[in-house]
T-cell receptor
Framework: AQSVAQPEDQVNVAEGNPLTVKCTYSVSGNPYLFWYVQYPNRGLQFLLK??????LVKGSYGFEAEFNKSQTSFHLKKPSALVSDSALYFCAVRDRERGSYIPTFGRGTSLIVHP | GAGVSQSPSNKVTEKGKDVELRCDPI?????LYWYRQSLGQGLEFLIYFQGNSAPDKSGLPSDRFSAERTGGSVSTLTIQRTQQEDSAVYLCASSPTPSGGSGNTIYFGEGSWLTVV
């Protein structure tokens, strides 16, 4: 079975400060990992994904995420937060060995960036 | 169109009525997904279509829920005899034909907001 956990329901950060949104996963094989962002009353937008190779993945809007196999984590990061980054963030995982094309999503983390 | 298109964007229905939600995937995408997003519950997988293969219906919560995909493109999610607990955002997503090592990114529509009163 595949699963993903986002341990924080909400993250608060001041504008200009670095931000981290945490994600841990569980798969029987090796993972594909994804981050999506959802702005109010909108659908989910793809930010970035890890397939293989370099553990540091860069994505849209200055976001990046680091794959850590030993800690089974894929935390989302940004060096300097913007108020416009305030949104709901979802981590997702798919087990590449199981041949399933259905990703499992976390419950989401609400990011609030204060001016 | 350029993205996944869903309709209606908002639907208010009375308990016990049937509703149909429509999804038009990105042109050329063979895989189509339905997810449900309830307040504070994250995304719940409902059903997955891939080409002409039999759909994966393992996420449908009850036999009141069904979905079809005509001609490998447009999909309709039907909820019969709606209940208040069906109130949620229903999200459709599509992706290109899955291939080994591609990661298979899925792209979401804006969702259909269903309220059952």
């Amino acid at each position: 079975a595949q699963s993903v956990a986002q341990p924080e329901d909400q993250v608060n950060v001041a504008e200009g400060n670095p931000l981290t949104v945490k994600c841990t996963y569980s798969v029987s094989g090796n993972p594909y990992l994804f981050w999506y962002v959802q702005y109010p009353n909108r659908g989910l937008q793809f930010l970035l994904k890890y397939i293989t190779g370099d553990n540091l993945v860069k994505g849209s809007y200055g976001f990046e995420a680091e794959f850590n196999k030993s800690q089974t984590s894929f935390h989302l990061k940004k060096p300097s937060a913007l108020v416009s980054d305030s949104a709901l963030y979802f981590c997702a995982v798919r087990d590449r060995e199981r041949g399933s094309y259905i990703p499992t999503f976390g419950r989401g983390t609400s990011l609030i960036v204060h001016p | 169109g350029a993205g996944v298109s869903q309709s209606p964007s908002n639907k208010v229905t009375e308990k016990g009525k049937d509703v149909e939600l429509r999804c038009d995937p990105i042109s050329g995408h063979t895989a189509l997904y339905w997810y449900r997003q309830s307040l504070g519950q994250g995304l719940e997988f409902l059903i997955y279509f891939q080409g002409n293969s039999a759909p994966d219906k393992s996420g449908l919560p009850s036999d009141r829920f069904s979905a079809e995909r005509t001609g490998g493109s447009v999909s309709t999610l039907t909820i019969q005899r709606t209940q208040q607990e069906d109130s949620a955002v229903y999200l459709c997503a599509s992706s290109p034909t899955p291939s080994g090592g591609s990661g298979n990114t899925i792209y979401f529509g804006e969702g259909s907001w269903l309220t059952v009163v």
